[in-house]
């Protein structure tokens, strides 16, 4: 089926589906904090006004210096992306004609952007409960530029192992692969992060978001931290003013409290567990998440689109998985909302169990 690629396009949707969009829908499909923006941004938007009227710092160093003292790095080791959609395309020009493996499910722009630039794409697939084939991995690494794994893993929500992914580190350091890993859901779990061993992996390169965490995802930031030579490579490709004025003066603001973040991911933690017992009570089955979303289906089907249709009627719209290699529809994502929100969920859930 010819769907959106992403989620947070219900109208796309809808018109693809070729159904009538309810006046009332809650979109399930978007992966952003469900609580919105820190309310600093609320407060200190007026007063940036000004600053649209000239061009942006093209280096954003202010927000450079911010998350090179946060994550433990030199200034040199930060680039910024419009999103880190963006850093992926840069690493898509990085590797052009080269072969690429990613590690499967995964955000699908990995793949996008590198065939873009006629990268030679290989797959690797990881099993439902977050293992990772690490011997595979390691084979198709010795014929390939780089590695993509996204961890904690969209769409799934499931954290890979820390120790298997150092083992891989560890393996290919001295085959001149590149590993990518993506951690733009992190700071959701609250849990390990590999910049902390870029010191140790000068071929590791990692990938953030500040929109996720944030709610900001209509104002566009993301960046990568690496070696200063990896950085260097990549920052050819970097446009100048790629991340406006108003996304700068955002992540200042929202890099200076970690109180918001903190608070986010709590409350996640426990609408999650909600959800989780509510569809084991009820006889789903479901990813184990650490973040703000999770994989979930009805063991009674193989393809999920009846379900999909039947939430979509009531105005439910959650992410299908139709353009994931090794899901193809046997799954549906949903993010973790407000508590009204999920209720909401729940009861269109119950419904089609009644029915079905």
């Known amino acids: 089926m010819d769907l959106p690629a992403h989620g947070s396009n219900p109208a796309r949707l809808y018109e693809k589906m070729n159904m009538e969009k309810p006046t009332q829908l809650i ?25 649209v009227s ?7 160093k202010s927000v450079v210096r911010l998350l090179a003292g946060q994550n433990g790095v030199n200034e040199s080791q930060v680039i910024l992306g419009n999103g880190a959609a963006e850093i992926i395309q840069f690493l898509g020009q990085l590797w052009r004609g080269q072969q690429v493996v990613i590690v499967q499910p995964a955000f699908s722009e990995y793949e996008t952007a590198c065939r873009a630039y006629d990268c030679e794409i290989d797959f690797v697939f990881a099993e439902e409960n977050g293992t990772l084939p690490v011997g595979d991995i390691l084979i198709k690494a010795q014929e390939a530029a780089a590695i993509f794994i996204c961890t904690p893993n969209n769409p799934s ?6 120790k298997e992914i150092m083992q891989l580190l ?10 990518v890993i993506d951690e733009a859901f992190y700071d959701f779990a609250g849990s390990f992060t590999f910049a902390s061993v870029l010191h140790k992996y ?20 993301g960046y990568l931290l690496a070696s200063d030579a990896i950085a260097k490579q990549v920052a050819r490709f970097r446009p100048h003013w790629n991340v406006n004025a108003l996304a700068l003066k955002a992540a200042e603001v ?8 903190d608070w986010t991911r709590q409350n996640i933690i426990e609408e999650r567990k909600r959800m989780f017992e509510f569809l084991k009570q009820e006889g789903f089955h479901f990813t184990r998440s650490v ?12 393809d999920q689109q009846p379900l999909f249709i039947f939430l979509l009627e009531r105005g439910f719209v959650l992410r299908h998985t139709y353009n994931y290699p090794g899901l193809s529809g046997k799954w549906l994502r949903a993010a973790v909302k407000t508590k009204e929100e999920n209720n909401k969920l729940k009861e269109a859930l119950q419904q089609w169990k009644k029915q079905s």
Do not use: H
Not at 39 to 51: D, M
Not at 157 to 162: D, I, L, P, T
Not at 295 to 302: F, I, K, M, Q, S
């Open 202 to 221: 000068p071929q590791l390169i990692v990938l953030r978001s500040l929109t996720k965490m944030y709610a900001i995802a209509g104002l566009r930031i």
């Open 291 to 302: 973040v703000n979303f999770y994989l979930l289906r009805d063991p009674e089907l193989e």
């Open 54 to 60: 000239d061009y942006p710092d093209p280096a954003g």
């Open 170 to 179: 560890d393996e290919l350091q001295l085959t001149g692969c590149y590993v």
């Open 157 to 162: 929500g499931v954290a890979f192992s820390e």
């Open 27 to 51: 979109d399930f499909s978007v992966n952003v904090n469900p609580f919105g923006p820190p309310p600093a941004i609320s407060k200190q938007w007026g007063s940036w006004l000004s600053v």
């Open 254 to 261: 929202v890099l200076a409290d970690s109180s918001f973040a």
